[in-house]
Nanobody
Framework: VQLQASGGGLVQAGDSLRLSCAAS????????VGWFRQAPGKEREFVTA????????YYADSVKGRFTISRDNAKNTVYLQMNSLQPEDTAVYYC????????????????WGQGTRVTVSS
């Protein structure tokens, strides 16, 4: 599975941004697609995931109510709508895919996109 993330940028606090993750290749093997983020000097952390088959969604507590993950079946693309962005959301955002029945365990995500940078100014 190949993943291509896009949509990052520089925004102000309170603004919105939508990230995209286009999947190609053996997409039939995907169980979940997740978004992770890595802020400077910090470990990569789970943000949200969506089940490829059922579209069930899962969120980290830090983004619940602000971020929404969705999927366009026809385009094999997963979106991350980010609203009410705050400076602490500044990070490089990665999309990843897993064939395992996991949600937040990044060690078991075996396909990763290249990352897209999101910077939120105060």
């Amino acid at each position: 599975v190949q993943l291509q993330a896009s949509g990052g940028g520089l925004v102000q606090a309170g603004d919105s941004l939508r990230l995209s993750c286009a999947a190609s290749g053996r997409t039939f093997s995907i169980y979940n697609v997740g978004w992770f983020r890595q802020a400077p000097g910090k470990e990569r952390e789970f943000v949200t995931a969506i089940n490829w088959g059922t579209s069930s969604t899962y969120y980290a507590d830090s983004v619940k109510g602000r971020f929404t993950i969705s999927r366009d079946n026809a385009k094999n693309t997963v979106y991350l709508q980010m609203n009410s962005l705050q400076p602490e959301d500044t990070a490089v955002y990665y999309c990843a895919a897993t064939k395992f029945t996991v949600r937040a365990d990044r060690a078991l995500y075996d396909s990763w996109g290249q990352g897209t940078r999101v910077t939120v100014s105060s």
